[in-house]
C-alpha cells in the first residue's frame, strides 16, 4: 500500500511560483507512474502532468506546457510540480496519484493511490 501526501500549496499573485510536493510512503515509488491532476470548484478533476518510473518519459497538459515542470527523487520518494508563471485559471486542489505500473498516463481511472490534494490559488 502506498500513502501520498501532497504538500506546498498556497496563495500566490498571478505571475509567481511554486513548488508543491508529493511525498510517498508505506513503499518505495520506484517502479511507479506519478501523475499530478487537479480540480477547480464545480468543475471535473483533470490531468495536469505525468512521470514515468524512471523520469525519461514526460507528459503535460497543453494549458501548462512551458510553465509547469514535473519532476521526481526516487532516493526521496519524492515527485514535485514546479508551477511558474501561474493564472487564476490555475487555481484547483491539486492531486498527485501513482499508478501501479511504469509508464505516465492522462486517464485519471489509471491511477490506484492518490493523496488528499493541496490548495493552490492564483490572485489577479
Known amino acids: 500500500q502506498v500513502q501520498l501526501v501532497e504538500s506546498g500549496g498556497t496563495l500566490v499573485q498571478a505571475g509567481g511560483s511554486l513548488r508543491l510536493s508529493c511525498q510517498a510512503s508505506?513503499?518505495?515509488?520506484?517502479?511507479?507512474?506519478v501523475g499530478w491532476f487537479r480540480q477547480a470548484p464545480g468543475k471535473e478533476r483533470v490531468f495536469v502532468a505525468a512521470?514515468?518510473?524512471?523520469?525519461?518519459?514526460?507528459d503535460y497538459a497543453d494549458s501548462v506546457k512551458g510553465r509547469f515542470t514535473i519532476s521526481r527523487d526516487n532516493a526521496k520518494n519524492t515527485v514535485y510540480l514546479q508551477m511558474n508563471s501561474l493564472k487564476p485559471e490555475d487555481t484547483a486542489v491539486y492531486y498527485c496519484?501513482?499508478?501501479?505500473?511504469?509508464?505516465?498516463?492522462?486517464?485519471?481511472?489509471?491511477?490506484?493511490?492518490w493523496g488528499q490534494g493541496t490548495q493552490v490559488t492564483v490572485s489577479s
Open positions: 512521470i514515468s518510473w524512471s523520469g525519461s518519459s514526460i
Open positions: 496519484a501513482a499508478a501501479d505500473y511504469a509508464l505516465g498516463s492522462p486517464h485519471a481511472n489509471e491511477y490506484k493511490y
Open positions: 508505506g513503499r518505495t515509488l520506484r517502479s511507479n507512474a
